[in-house]
């Protein structure tokens, strides 16, 4: 699956692509942001992904100008509650951690995730990383009761509050446009599921998002 807009592209993680994403998340500047920071094997990174490989979970590499720069995610969704359970995002190229293309990604995926009917999303956020907390303020997220004592706290975000909150934030990115949905692997189970989901929006909100969907095999 790739989702594209905002100057951006999303693009599912394949098998191909995790020893890529291995090599940046075990980095010293990434691992210390991280609750989990020990180093981590090709094996435990292979049975990592057959574990998230599903419905229940979107891992999306980054792209911008057909380079990848990170990785975001989209987590534990519980598609009977409409609930997706962790999200998070980290960025490996240095060029692109202080532009607007981080946030903007962060903005596409909870944008999807809200346009295909979910009412809430979760995070977690280490309580000292403060950069990550005001930014996900800006997005609506809440702190979710009893979590002062706790490391790596939890966090809500409802779709009302988002799309309340997100309008000042998308003037600053200049986020605006259409969302492009490319499912190129129809067989597989988050393809089929999204592809579900999207037949069932209503023809006004595709128009309004302008959402384009080409299926591959």
Do not use: C
């Not at 229940?56 to 990848?68: A, F, G, R, S, T």
């Not at 346009?115 to 997220?141: C, P, R, T, W």
């Not at 309340?164 to 003037?171: D, F, G, M, N, P």
């Not at 446009?177 to 909100?205: C, M, Q, V, W, Y």
């Amino acid at each position: 699956m790739i989702v594209e807009a905002y100057g951006i592209k999303l693009k599912r993680l394949t098998a191909d692509e995790i020893e890529l994403v291995r090599t940046h998340r075990n980095s010293e500047a990434i691992r210390n942001t991280m609750e989990y920071r020990e180093i981590i094997t090709a094996e435990m990174q292979r049975n990592w992904f057959r574990s998230i490989d599903n419905e229940h979970n979107n891992y999306m590499l980054i792209y911008v100008d057909e380079k990848p720069i990170g990785l975001i995610s989209g987590t534990q969704i519980n598609w009977e509650e409409m609930i997706t359970g962790n999200g998070g995002i980290f960025i490996w190229d240095k060029d692109f951690i202080e532009t607007v293309f981080p946030a903007r990604a962060a903005v596409l995926m909870t944008d999807i995730g809200f346009y295909l009917g979910i009412k809430k999303n979760y995070v977690k956020i280490l309580h000292d990383n403060l950069k990550s907390i005001s930014f996900n303020a800006s997005l609506g997220y809440q702190l979710l009761p009893n979590q002062n004592k706790v490391y790596n706290q939890q966090y809500e975000l409802t779709a009302d509050r988002y799309f309340s909150s997100v309008q000042k934030l998308r003037k600053i990115l200049g986020v605006d446009g259409g969302i492009h949905f490319i499912l190129d692997d129809a067989s597989h189970p988050s393809a089929i599921r999204i592809a579900e989901t999207l037949k069932n929006i209503a023809e006004e909100k595709k128009q309004k998002l302008s959402l384009t969907i080409i299926a591959g095999t």
